[in-house]
């Protein structure tokens, strides 16, 4: 079975910190695809960042990045220069090449808490 | 704007008490999808659609009815609701291709009591 672990259920850091979310998951696929979604107080599920598992170079978008290490099966996110704004619950997730369902299977989530 | 759009946001309704939630996406999308949230369980699929006509199970869909009568809706069906059914619902849908990025709807709390 295809599975994602967060392990970190909350976690708080202080505005302008750097801080790390972690993921691992368990596939035995070697083609697959992984997200960071961010879901704020308004409910909203909003993309984050993608990594292609074919790809070695890690991921970045502005100030998130990500951390990909498929050997260990771990994807973890780092938030630099954390803002009030990123507040929410995170959610590590991927994707399996299949040609009928392409379901997303998420982690359980971890609830950051930027504080002032 | 590209968007999936759900309703209603909120429902409170009773035990046995049939119900739609409806989900519409605008981006020509094939392939759309429920999943319902719950803490401690992340987000998990009801039910999902490859087309107009073709759906199939997720890994949750007792107590649930879909349909795809058209390409861009896609409605959840609860036949007769239960308690256990309380939760945050979304409708999410993505193109074809596997790596673009799957849009989800704004979401909808429903409670069955």
């Known amino acids: 079975a295809q599975t994602v672990t967060q392990s970190q259920p909350e976690m708080s850091v202080q505005e302008a910190e750097t801080v790390t979310l972690s993921c691992t998951y368990d596939?035995?696929?070697?083609?697959?695809?992984l997200f960071w979604y961010k879901q704020p107080p308004s409910r909203q599920m909003i993309l984050v960042i993608r990594?292609?598992?074919?790809?070695?170079q890690n991921a970045t978008e502005n100030r998130f990045s990500v951390n990909f290490q498929k050997a260990a099966k771990s994807f973890s996110l780092k938030i630099s220069d954390s803002q009030l704004g990123d507040t929410a619950m995170y959610f590590c997730?991927?994707?399996?090449?299949?040609?009928?369902?392409?379901?997303?299977?998420f982690g359980t989530g971890t609830r950051l808490t930027i504080i002032p | 704007e590209a968007q999936v759009t759900q309703n209603p946001r909120y429902l409170i309704t009773v035990t046995g008490k049939k119900l739609t939630v409806t989900c519409s996406q605008n981006?020509?999308?094939?392939?759309m999808s429920w999943y319902r949230q719950d803490p401690g369980l992340g987000l998990r699929q009801i039910y999902y659609?490859?087309?107009?006509?073709?759906?199939d199970k997720g890994d949750v869909p007792e107590g649930y009815k879909v349909s795809r009568k058209e390409k861009r809706n896609f409605p959840l069906i609860l036949e007769s609701p239960s308690p256990n059914q309380t939760s945050l619902y979304f409708c999410?849908?993505?193109?074809?291709?596997?790596?673009?990025?799957?849009?989800f709807g704004q979401g909808t709390r429903l409670t069955v009591v």
């Open positions: 596939t035995s696929e070697s083609n697959y695809y």
């Open positions: 999410a849908s993505k193109g074809s291709r596997l790596n673009t990025e799957a849009f």
């Open positions: 981006m020509n999308h094939e392939y």
């Open positions: 997730a991927f994707i399996l090449p299949n040609f009928g369902n392409e379901k997303l299977t």
């Open positions: 659609s490859m087309n107009v006509e073709v759906t």
């Open positions: 990594q292609e598992a074919y790809k070695q």
